[in-house]
């Protein structure tokens, strides 16, 4: 336990936090500033997951880290935009999936090229073995943090 507890290490998880949020900010920033006319960053966020399968508000919700009321609306202005519908379940009326459209996709797919776009101007300017390497390291990251027992067992131990 006296390892978590490092000094260095805590220094380094701070600057870790801020470079990686400043990261995230600044793509961000870059993905609204070019695709205004469009989609939001977050309703791209939606769309994606949209694309693999048709979804549930809650799923949704959880998804963004946002209210169920927050979903809510941001369905219904994609609902009005054309880019999804909604459909009650048989069931279970108070159930409603949300799909994306065919007029969705073609957004999501003009969105996603414009930022693939954007982003490879940038990382152009990075070598393909640091192209490479930083994206070992963030697929070990996410393998990593999709492992929720490494935080039980630490909590446990305490």
């Known amino acids: 336990m006296a390892a978590i507890n490092s000094e260095n290490l805590i220094e380094y998880i701070k600057e870790l936090d801020t470079v990686f949020s400043r990261l995230i900010y600044r793509v961000r920033v870059l993905h609204n500033r070019y695709t205004v006319d469009e989609i939001t960053d977050t309703q791209y966020v939606v769309l994606r997951a949209l694309r693999k399968a048709p979804c549930n508000t809650s799923f949704l919700a959880h998804l963004l880290g946002v209210t169920l009321s927050a979903v809510t609306a941001l369905i219904n202005r994609l609902h009005r935009m054309g880019l999804v ?71 446990i131990r305490t």
């Open 85 to 155: 519908t909604r459909e009650r379940q048989e069931k279970d009326r108070r159930q409603v999936w949300i799909s994306i459209t065919p007029k969705g996709l073609q957004v999501l797919k003009d969105v996603e090229e414009r930022r693939n776009l954007l982003l490879a101007v940038y990382l152009s300017r990075v070598s393909e073995e640091e192209r490479e390497q930083l994206l070992e390291l963030l697929k070990k990251a996410v393998n990593l943090f999709d492992q929720e027992d490494i935080l039980e067992e630490d909590i």
